[in-house]
């Protein structure tokens, strides 16, 4: 077999050690080298330096959870690395050392047999931290939020059957009151503001319940948890905008699509890029972000398959702006979702705004052009004849005979 690079290297990596095995091509035999380091700062640039003396030009690592990040960050300046899908090199059954995963993944890397995994410039992967930092902490929120209307349901309070979001400003204050030991149901209503005001009997009724000790103490730990989340979101969101300074052109770029807002556009950033060099086609960019059907053909019939894995932050975004985009109208993106609903339902319908909105991402970042939205009555000019069809079948039971004539404007 063809030998690619003669000076390799093969990582398995852990979470305390890495064995490492290098592979010295000469004219008539391979020499082999293994040896194990540490994890630690001091025990990786011992390895990059031992890697530099033996002129090691290419680096195999699997990608092992979060454990391949040091020895990635330490070695990508003096070697091409490569990170590795572990289902893509699974060794023999039955022969399973770590000496022998690394002398295993040498000898892939050396004939060229792996295939390596996108992994983004420093700067993006800073802002990929920060990004995905930020939606585990909204999550968090939200769980909060969760469980403030948990304990007053428990204290027999319905004030989330009145109102529509028990953090904002009128429901906030009425908490407060409650937390305060306030007891009068018309004190504390008379907190609604604005159109709640027009609820002020239905929210009397609601606060109305037994309110213990305990619940007032979990409703204060709760809201200052609350607080203190929504000031850790504003802090991170600071940090995130001064980092996608490179990048506003592509960020504004995003917010020219329907549903793509601050947000969801330094998201999309972080987790794809802007240079769609890295990518031959929007085709491998939905299959990379999982928003594609599966592959699976047998016996000349290709069968029914499910999405295909991706990258689990970019794909909820993208569902995230594809719900968004469904409440929205007059945009073809809305109409595209309710065209498709009809005949697949909600989810598969997202699915496919979702795989839109990625195509139109990757040849807006390639070609530096804003989006331009077809209209929401596009299927309807494309496909006249069959918008008639579907209206002349609707009226002939009716009763109805029914001739088309063109009208002069046409």
């Known amino acids: 077999?063809?030998?690619?690079?003669?000076?390799?290297?093969?990582?398995?990596?852990?979470?305390?050690?890495?064995?490492?095995?290098?592979?010295?091509?000469?004219?008539?035999?391979?020499?082999?080298?293994?040896?194990?380091?540490?994890?630690?700062?001091?025990?990786?640039?011992?390895?990059?330096?031992?890697?530099?003396?033996?002129?090691?030009?290419?680096?195999?690592?699997?990608?092992?959870?979060?454990?391949?990040?040091?020895?990635?960050?330490?070695?990508?300046?003096?070697?091409?690395?490569?990170?590795v899908n572990p289902r893509h090199m699974k060794a023999v059954p039955g022969r399973k050392t770590d000496v022998k995963d690394s002398e295993w993944l040498a000898d892939l890397l050396r004939h060229g047999l792996l295939r390596a995994s996108f992994v983004p410039p420093q700067p993006i992967r800073a802002l990929r931290e920060l990004t995905r930092y930020r939606k585990r902490l909204i999550q968090e929120r939200a769980q909060q939020a969760n469980r403030?209307?948990?304990?007053?349901?428990?204290?027999?309070?319905?004030?989330?059957?009145?109102?529509?979001?028990?953090?904002?400003t009128s429901a906030r204050e009425m908490v407060e009151a409650l937390i305060a030991g306030e007891t009068d149901v018309a004190v504390i209503a008379a907190h609604a503001r604005s159109r709640m005001r027009a609820k002020i009997p239905q929210l009397q009724r609601a606060v109305t319940g037994r309110?213990?000790?305990?619940?007032?103490?979990?409703?204060?730990?709760?809201?200052?948890?609350?607080?203190?989340?929504?000031?850790?979101?504003s802090h991170v969101t600071q940090e995130i905008e001064q980092r996608l300074l490179p990048y506003e052109d592509a960020v504004r770029l995003l917010q020219t699509i329907p549903g793509i807002?601050?947000?969801?556009?330094a998201t999309i950033v972080a987790e794809i890029?802007?240079?769609?060099?890295?990518?031959?086609?929007?085709?491998?960019?939905?299959?990379?972000?999982?928003?594609?059907?599966?592959?699976?053909?047998?016996?000349?019939?290709?069968?029914?398959?499910?999405?295909?894995?991706?990258?689990?932050?970019?794909?909820?975004?993208?569902?995230?702006?594809?719900?968004?985009?469904?409440?929205?109208?007059?945009?073809y993106l809305?109409?595209?979702?309710?065209?498709?609903?009809?005949?697949?339902?909600?989810?598969?319908?997202?699915?496919?705004?979702a795989h839109s909105v990625l195509v139109?991402?990757?040849?807006m970042l390639r070609n530096h052009t804003p989006y331009t939205d077809l209209g929401a009555d596009y299927f309807d000019r494309v496909d006249t004849a069959r918008l008639e069809q579907h209206h002349v079948r609707r009226l002939e039971p009716?009763?109805?005979?029914?001739?088309?004539?063109p009208s002069s404007s046409s």
């Open 334 to 353: 809305a109409a595209q979702y309710r065209r498709l609903s009809k005949r697949l339902g909600p989810h598969k319908a997202a699915v496919a705004v």
């Open 1 to 83: 077999m063809q030998v690619v690079y003669e000076r390799c290297a093969g990582v398995d990596v852990h979470q305390r050690t890495v064995v490492v095995t290098v592979l010295l091509t000469g004219p008539e035999q391979v020499e082999k080298h293994t040896r194990t380091f540490g994890t630690m700062t001091a025990d990786l640039l011992e390895l990059s330096a031992w890697l530099a003396a033996l002129g090691v030009t290419h680096v195999a690592l699997e990608s092992t959870g979060v454990y391949w990040w040091p020895v990635y960050n330490l070695l990508e300046e003096g070697v091409t690395l490569l990170l």
């Open 261 to 265: 807002q601050a947000s969801a556009a």
């Open 360 to 363: 139109m991402i990757y040849y």
């Open 211 to 233: 309110l213990q000790p305990h619940h007032r103490f979990l409703l204060r730990a709760i809201l200052t948890h609350i607080d203190f989340l929504h000031m850790a979101v």
């Open 398 to 405: 009716l009763g109805y005979t029914v001739t088309l004539t």
């Open 148 to 168: 403030l209307q948990k304990v007053l349901e428990a204290a027999n309070i319905k004030l989330a059957t009145v109102a529509s979001d028990v953090l904002g």
């Open 273 to 331: 890029v802007v240079d769609m060099a890295r990518f031959p086609s929007a085709r491998h960019l939905a299959s990379w972000a999982g928003v594609c059907p599966g592959n699976k053909q047998s016996g000349g019939k290709r069968m029914a398959e499910t999405t295909t894995k991706g990258s689990p932050w970019l794909r909820a975004m993208l569902g995230e702006i594809a719900w968004s985009i469904s409440h929205t109208r007059d945009n």
